[in-house]
């Protein structure tokens, strides 16, 4: 009966760490409601893997040979195999997209692009911490606050860190409405918060909506050959949610398959979170340059918002740059919620709505031009 | 300072770069999607006054 207790004896330290990890992972997703749709499978996904001789992933069985595990057929298949999971999911976000407050005020663009740059400080900052050029701009891309993206780049880089990458991508974009605060409050005074400005958007008829997936696509492709995967599945997507024919279709998008692939993604990547590749010092570094580049994004965002403001005659509220990060709608919100305060008759919702959208597809064309870069400088 | 963080500062250089190209390309996008049917109209319409 020796055998009932091979999995008990061949338990290591690390192993119950992981178990832990995966609760508490489970716990932020259902007690906190932080991203449930992916850190609950990601914290169940911890545990499956981490279990001694788990036949969740492949394993050499005497006698019989390797035996495949779900879990390391699902990352091959969905993950390995051209970014399936990450690309399909980005049909789902683009059919979520409204580019209209985009559309109707289009100098927010600006703002996407310039909230990227916390992308590439953490990238430089990674370096200075030890991590190769590869591993540090998979870590970069934290900073495009956009998991699925994150994923994907660390996945074609090929960088040993595909697990921590997501967890920290997935839970700072929860956490956003507790760190950009923070960030904004660094670099501008109450008064600079508390500028107000109109919203005169422009009408945008049904052929700009639907021109616009396919025109960004063209133009992302032709620049920056590496983000069309990314920014043509994204386009892809909200060109389904314009064209008012595919409502059902659309809507399947935005729901069922998003939950779905979601789900699969978090489990799968959770085959990545073996004890033995987890538990590392590089694991807790790459937490912490995950937190740098949210605050790095923020700030370059509101540090842009003050460097148009002095070409400007109509003021910009500089926290409206902050907004430039990909994470929707969190970031308006908080931009919203921060105006309040300075000034409780400051609405500023569609504004940072437009920037926000804007860092939407400015953090997909950020993960293109990583993708077509590093390889050209390792 | 290692060589990997001079790389680094190259790739933020070109990287926001690239992505500030393709983004303005996409803001005069934005400007001509967004321009009002009439105004372009008129636009045209005076266009053809001139040409004439």
């Avoid at chain 1, 495949?68 to 990352?75: A, M, P, S, V």
């Avoid at chain 1, 422009?202 to 025109?215: E, M, N, T, V, Y």
């Amino acid at each position: 009966m020796s055998f009932l207790l091979v999995g008990l004896s061949n338990t290591t330290w690390q192993q119950v760490l992981m178990f832990g990890v995966g609760g508490m992972l489970i716990y932020l997703a259902i007690s906190k409601k932080l991203e449930p749709a992916l850190l609950l499978p990601m914290g169940f996904g911890a545990i499956l893997v981490n279990l001694p001789f788990s036949g969740a992933i492949t394993q050499s069985m005497q006698g019989i040979g390797e035996v495949t595990g779900i879990l390391d057929w699902l990352f091959n298949m969905g993950i390995s195999s051209a970014e399936a999971m990450p690309l399909l999911l980005f049909i789902g976000i683009g059919a979520m997209i409204d580019f209209g407050p985009l559309l109707a005020n289009p100098k927010l663009i600006l703002f996407g692009a310039a909230a990227q740059w916390g992308i590439f400080a953490t990238i430089s900052l990674a370096t200075l911490m030890g991590f190769n050029l590869v591993d540090a701009a998979s870590i970069g891309i934290i900073g495009a606050a956009d998991g699925p993206t994150s994923i994907l780049v660390s996945q074609v880089l090929g960088s040993r860190y595909i697990g921590p990458i997501a967890i920290a991508a997935y839970s700072y974009m929860a956490l956003v409405p507790i760190i950009q605060p923070f960030a904004i409050k660094l670099v501008t005074t109450k008064k600079e918060r508390a500028i107000r400005m109109t919203y005169n958007p422009r009408a945008i008829s049904k052929r700009a909506k639907i021109l616009f997936p396919i025109i960004v696509t063209i133009v992302s492709g032709y620049v920056a050959p590496a983000s069309v995967s990314l920014v043509g599945m994204l386009m892809f997507g909200n060109l389904i949610r314009e064209c008012t024919v595919l409502d059902s279709l659309s809507t399947t998008a935005q729901t069922v398959l998003v939950n779905l692939v979601t789900l699969l993604l978090g489990i799968t990547i959770a085959s990545t979170m073996k004890a033995e590749s987890f538990i590392t010092l590089q694991t807790l570094m790459i937490m912490g340059l995950g937190l740098m580049a949210f605050v790095f994004d923020t700030i370059a965002g509101v540090v842009f918002a003050k460097f148009l403001n002095l070409f400007s005659k109509t003021k910009i509220n500089p926290m409206i740059g902050a907004a430039g990060i990909s994470a929707f709608p969190m970031s308006a919100r908080v931009i919203q919620k921060m105006g309040q305060q300075a000034d409780p008759q400051n609405h500023l919702l569609m504004h940072a709505v437009g920037a926000n959208v804007a860092g939407q597809i400015a953090s997909v064309i950020a993960g293109g031009v990583i993708l077509g870069l590093v390889p050209g400088l390792i | 300072m290692s060589e990997t963080f001079f790389l680094s500062l190259k790739l933020m250089g070109q990287g926001m770069a690239g992505i500030f190209a393709v983004i303005l390309i996409i803001y005069v996008v934005l400007l001509f999607l967004g321009k009002p049917k009439k105004k372009a109209k008129q636009d045209e319409v005076q266009q053809e006054e001139r040409r004439s």
